[in-house]
Structures are given as structure tokens and as C-alpha cells.
């Protein structure tokens, strides 16, 4: 009888193993959504306008919760819109083409560079690419490097929820490292950021204040 039960046992636990991954290929074992299928837009007084070149799939918050955190993939270029959003350096362009938004965002150019890299090198061959974050005057507020342990209270590894990513012959579940917007612009520029879900419409929309 003990044999049986510990076949069993066996069994079901071989059959584990393959449904943990799958599982954990579709962010089932994360708190965190990327907005793959989402449209991405700003509220300005009470009006919602397209936030693009914002991209969705670069931007993740919690699943569930009154207060949810904003993410940005870490490495992608597009965190600098979000600097503009939280500091003002944007027009509005009214439009009815989407009759879901009132229009879309235009980023200025006249504002520093929010965002920037270098390279630390090792010795004349290698190095690691950092990404500074800067404010408006311009004073370093953090910096990522990716060859370092994860800062767990700014940086978050998430998973892109069904997709894979091929290197070379193998492909592998897309999993990137992204910062916390929500509490990096709290913390360093005292700037909060609300995220509003619409899942009927498929619209997260940010409000900065």
C-alpha cells in the first residue's frame, strides 16, 4: 500500500513540474501585469489623452489593489516621457479620431536629458552599460546596473505574460528587469502617480500630481 501511495506520490509530482512552469509562463506566481493588451493614457483634468510613444507593453502595474504601483521596463528609452508626464513638459492635442480619448500628448523638446547611460568599464574590453536617472535640476536621483543583485525596492523582474523570447536556437519566457515609477518619482520628485484600470475599455490611465 505505502508503495503505491509513494508512485503516486511520484507521479503527481513529475506532472508538477512541467504545470509549475507553464503557470509561471503566463505571470500566474507574480503580482504584477504587463499592459500588453491595454491602451496607455494620461488624465488631465478629467480628460484622457493617448500617452504614446509610451508603449503598453513596456509598462506593467499591480493586478489588484487600491493604490497600484506603475513599472516601466528599465532599460527602454521611453522612461523619459514619463519624467515629461510627472513635470508638465507636454501639450495636448484634442482629437475625436479615438472616441475613447479626448486626444493625444505632445512631448517638448526644451527639457534635460532625464535618462541617461554610461559605461563602467572593467578593463579595456568589457564593461557594464549603468542608466542614471536625473531631475529637473538635473541631480542624479538613482541608478540602475544591471550586472548588480536586485534592488528589490525600486527594480522588479516581470514576466510578459504567454510571450517567449528566441536567442539563437532556444527561445525562453520573456522576463525583464522594470523600475517602480510609482515610488522612484514619490521618493525622488514627490510626485504621485494614480493608475486607473478600465478593463472594459482596455485603458490604464496615469494621473500625475
Known sequence: M?????????IIGILCVPAYFIMRSFGLFQDEKVLVHYKLAVEVKGKKYDA????????AIDKKGDDRQLYYRVEDPGIEYLFQLA???????????NPFLDGAVHYTMDHPEYVREEKQYENANDYTVLTHFYNQQEQMIYTYNPEAKLDKAYVRSIITAGMTRTT????????????NISKLFKDKLGVHVKVDVDEDNKIVTLAMT
Request: net charge positive.
Open 87 to 97: 513635470y508638465g513638459q507636454y501639450e495636448l492635442r484634442p482629437s475625436k479620431e
Open 52 to 59: 504614446w510613444p509610451l508603449i503598453s507593453s513596456f509598462t
Open 168 to 179: 539563437g536556437r532556444s527561445s525562453s519566457t520573456v522576463e525583464d528587469n522594470y523600475i
Open 2 to 10: 505505502r508503495v503505491k501511495i509513494f508512485i503516486f506520490i511520484f
